[in-house]
């Protein structure tokens, strides 16, 4: 898996394909394909996973099909249809996902999070996982949002890393939300530093945060 960052906008590449879940809370405003993660759906990967706006999933989808990455729709190579869910963090500037993709480096985080005049946070677990379980991790880890104090809309995406661990998934959704509240409390710290009222007003704020 790879990771893409911008000042507005964080993007996790998986090429090969991850299960994935996602739990919302709030009008889902600024979505795209979540649909998809449901675990009735015949489509069982994405491809990537976007925090950021349209500009940015556009970028992302022709990054990744250029490159023959994407559900298979024909017998050629070039026939694929890339999965990218997303949730945009309303308020937030826009971002180039083509850039964002080529910049992209291995995965070195466990947690991001984006907050605007909506919120949006993705979890990576090191876990082979099915799509009902990631999104029982991703319903767990947005508890990290409202102990922060986020209150406004917010998408939760989970991702699994496909390697089998063997680790219980309760542990994996305590993991994941502490990886998500770190990551917020961080990006709250930053924006009080800034000398910002509170991370849910803030609209131009925004961090991919780094854990130790």
């Given at each position: 898996?790879?990771?893409?960052?911008?000042?507005?906008?964080?993007?996790?590449?998986?090429?090969?394909?991850?299960?994935?879940?996602?739990?919302?809370?709030?009008?889902?405003?600024?979505?795209?394909?979540?649909?998809?993660?449901?675990?009735?759906?015949?489509?069982?990967?994405?491809?990537?996973?976007?925090l950021?706006?349209?500009?940015?999933?556009?970028?992302?989808?022709?990054?990744?099909?250029?490159?023959?990455?994407?559900?298979?729709?024909?017998?050629?190579?070039?026939?694929?249809?890339?999965?990218?869910?997303?949730?945009?963090?309303?308020?937030?500037?826009?971002?180039?996902?083509?850039?964002?993709?080529?910049?992209?480096?291995?995965?070195?985080?466990?947690?991001?999070?984006?907050?605007?005049?909506?919120?949006?946070g993705?979890?990576?677990?090191?876990?082979?996982?099915?799509?009902?379980?990631?999104?029982?991790?991703?319903m767990?880890?947005?508890?990290?949002?409202?102990?922060?104090?986020?209150?406004?809309?917010?998408?939760?995406?989970?991702?699994?890393?496909?390697?089998?661990?063997?680790?219980?998934?309760?542990?994996?959704?305590?993991?994941?939300?502490?990886?998500?509240?770190?990551?917020?409390?961080?990006?709250?710290?930053?924006?009080?530093?800034?000398?910002?009222?509170?991370?849910?007003?803030?609209?131009?704020?925004?961090?991919?945060?780094?854990?130790?």
């Amino acid at each position: 898996m790879l990771v893409g960052r911008a000042p507005g906008a964080a993007v996790l590449l998986a090429p090969a394909g991850a299960v994935a879940g996602v739990d919302v809370r709030g009008a889902p405003v600024g979505t795209r394909e979540l649909d998809l993660l449901d675990p009735s759906t015949l489509v069982r990967r994405v491809h990537a996973v976007v925090l950021g706006g349209p500009s940015t999933v556009d970028g992302v989808v022709r990054w990744l099909a250029e490159r023959g990455h994407g559900f298979a729709v024909g017998p050629q190579p070039f026939e694929v249809v890339p999965i990218v869910p997303a949730a945009e963090p309303l308020g937030l500037a826009p971002a180039d996902g083509y850039a964002v993709c080529t910049s992209a480096v291995p995965l070195d985080v466990p947690a991001l999070a984006l907050v605007g005049s909506t919120a949006a946070g993705l979890v990576v677990v090191d876990a082979d996982l099915d799509p009902a379980e990631c999104r029982r991790v991703a319903m767990s880890a947005h508890d990290a949002f409202a102990r922060t104090g986020v209150t406004v809309p917010a998408t939760v995406f989970a991702v699994a890393t496909g390697t089998p661990t063997g680790t219980p998934l309760s542990t994996l959704c305590a993991t994941a939300t502490t990886a998500l509240h770190h990551a917020c409390r961080t990006l709250s710290a930053r924006v009080s530093n800034a000398q910002r009222p509170s991370v849910e007003r803030s609209g131009t704020e925004s961090s991919t945060l780094r854990l130790s």
